[in-house]
């Protein structure tokens, strides 16, 4: 992330490829925004939780789009990458609750946007929509990962970059911690009690650990990043980058793979495009949904509006089963599991139902319902 001049360097082992920070100095640029108090940093941290709320329904739109038995490794990508999410959600939740706030998920009391909706808060001139799976869906996946250097400071309150963002908690993390040491040896971190660790955590890909310390909460962050979020301009790895087999790369680039239906081969750069085996992908083997698809569209059809209801109301009770687990319930994780299953179900069966626009069906349109 050279826009904050921190440096990454490369771990490997047999399942996973991703860029950590090393043990450098932490410089912010100048007009970064910074959290000065206790309760600014917690603000941030459930923006966090917001945040990678936010890019979920995307990916599991294009997901539930593609025709079963097709695009087997599209799929695979975009299924461990939206269930990653879903972890650094979990992982920002658990340092917010570390530092004594308490995490909101799916209410009033955190803002869900209606898509298209601009990336909250990161300085991005691109909406982000729900659509099937498509080479401009992937491209805004691409863009949500490693959004574009821009040629002007952003406004004021907003960050350059996911990782610009995260940098900045980090730095807060630091100072507010050192400074609240002076009156109490744990610091800020004085409400570790509620955290969801990985035997309650039903996902694949990363780890799933609980924050106690400044330490933890650090090494929650290097698995934010560290997967993919907020890659700003080139990488440049001081070990020498390069990709090769049997390894998972950051999100970014699982997703530029797919894009371009080309596997990375073990000399290509980060910066370049991947130069070797095609990835195959049919662009075709999709149902057709509508843009952005909302329950109102369907009210004439009470039949397709009752189904797009029913998917609502799965979607509401899972996010109020992650509130839960993310607040003193980490058990309730597990009940996620036939949720997700019942989601991608009530997806599929509204994505096979014209919904009298054009040619379009229907499809999820990720609202919450009573």
Known sequence: MTSNNMLYRQERNPQRHRFIRSDQPLTLAPDTPVFEEIEDLRQALQFAVSLEHFTIPPYLCALYSIHESTNPEAARIIRTVAVEEMLHMTLAANILNAIGGKPVIGSSKEPLPTYPHEMPKIATSFPVNLLRFSKDAVNTFLRIERPAALTKPPKTGQFRSIGEFYASVREAL??????????NPKGIFTGTQKQVTNEH??????????????????????????????????????DGASFGDDVEYAHYFRFNEIFHERRYRPHDKPSDAPSGDLLRVDWNAVYNMVPNPKMSMFTVRPGLHKKAREFNRIYTKLLKNLHNACNGFPDALQEGIPMMHAMRIAAVDLMQEPCGIGNYTAGPSFEIVP
């Open 174 to 183: 630091r100072r507010l911690d050192h400074k609240a040491k002076k009156k």
């Open 201 to 238: 955590y039903y996902g694949s890909g990363g780890k799933l650990f609980g924050v106690r310390n400044l330490d933890d909460a650090e090494d929650a962050l290097d698995e934010i990043v560290g997967q993919g979020e907020g890659i700003d301009g080139s990488i440049e790895d001081g």
